[in-house]
């Protein structure tokens, strides 16, 4: 029974560093989709808007695929925090699954829109990968700062409060601060997909100085922000392992200027390899951080784990599948790596 209860803890543990892994090239993949979107409601040109369509047109989907595969090991791993979670964020996701709907409705049919829908459709482009960004920002901001649960005598917890219980002044932040940093991720992705000399590549470079600066305050103040409001981040930052912790830090000013350094000599894809090695850094840190809650104050990942039938039944089943998907990401991104101009337009 002892073996079986530490395969157990060792299999739900992989489950859990297999679902941040989801999230995480979620983020950085369609994070820069979303980000290049963003961008494209400030672009006046109706060519160039249609050619940063046609610069995701064949990777965006396989991006997205990453948050579907997350939610199944979330719902087939963790089911009872699955459940209790959509509750709480059933409005802040709604709204980002409109906008991902409405994106990907406007990419797939601005080739077939009339000339005078398509002012339309580029607008619903922008502004369902805003609506996303943001609405998914809050969700994780929501998550961070828990949510409460019944305790009735053998019944499976569920969440009791309100529908807007997630909104609050760090959930808003979080949400802003993931438009901030999409949006600079959205920047490099366009630098790097179009020929150097396209007018829309120029303005990508003049917005990216500014949009850097921006997301390097936005990291500061989210770090700052967590270490006053949350107990379980203050207890490992100032713990006896302090001097660790600031490790961190320096490490990410250490990628930051590398990434710096490559968009000066327009190393674009280096500048975008240094950025995702910022995310991934900061991202692991905080799941460093949050162990063993994967919602912190409400759920660690065994007691939100599925029994062990349903967890090995899981595994054996689907445990197969992201590795796949990895390869056929990375052979995607390889296809479609060469860069483009407006001439491209997606109509």
Not at 93 to 99: I, P, T
Not at 185 to 191: M, S, Y
Not at 248 to 267: D, N, Q, S, T
Not at 336 to 343: D, M, N, P, V, Y
Request: net charge neutral.
């Amino acid at each position: 029974m002892d073996n079986l209860t530490q395969i157990e803890t060792i299999v739900t543990f992989a489950w859990w560093l297999a679902l941040d892994l989801c999230v995480l090239l979620y983020v950085v993949l369609d994070g820069a989709d979303l980000g290049a979107g963003i961008f494209s409601l400030f672009v006046r040109d109706e060519a160039e808007r249609g050619a940063i369509m046609s610069a995701m047109a064949g990777t965006w989907d396989a991006n997205e695929t990453w948050l579907i595969v997350a939610g199944g090991v979330l719902f087939g791993t963790f089911p009872f925090v699955y459940g209790a979670t959509f509750s709480y964020l059933m409005l802040p996701l709604a709204l980002a699954l409109w906008g991902m709907i409405t994106r990907a409705v406007a990419l797939e049919f601005r080739h077939l829109a009339h000339q005078r829908w398509l002012r339309f459709t580029d607008f619903a482009f922008g502004f369902g990968s805003l609506t996303t960004t943001f609405f998914g920002g809050m969700a994780v901001g929501a998550v961070l700062q828990g949510y409460p649960l019944t305790n009735a005598p053998g019944q499976v917890p569920t969440y009791i409060g309100g529908a807007l219980r997630f909104i609050s002044p760090f959930s808003l932040w979080t949400g802003v601060a993931a438009v901030v940093a999409v949006l600079l991720a959205g920047l490099l992705f366009v630098r790097a997909r179009f020929e150097k000399g396209e007018p829309i590549r120029r303005q990508a470079a003049a917005w990216t100085n500014a949009v850097f600066y921006l997301a390097l305050a936005a990291v500061g103040v989210t770090l700052l922000a967590s270490a006053l409001l949350f107990p379980w981040a203050q207890a490992r930052w100032f713990g006896p392992y302090t001097p660790l912790w600031a490790m961190i830090p320096l490490a990410v000013l250490f990628v930051v200027v590398r990434m710096r350094a490559a968009m000066r000599v327009e190393r674009d894809l280096a500048a975008i390899l240094w950025f995702n090695a910022g995310v991934a850094l900061m991202a692991g840190a905080m799941l460093a951080t949050m162990y063993p809650w994967l919602v912190p104050g409400t759920w660690t990942i065994y007691a939100g784990a599925s029994p062990a039938v349903s967890l090995f039944t899981f595994t054996l089943a689907m445990g197969g599948f992201i590795p796949i998907m990895i390869m056929y990401n990375a052979y995607q991104i390889w296809v479609f790596r060469a860069r483009i101009s407006a001439l491209a337009a997606y109509h």
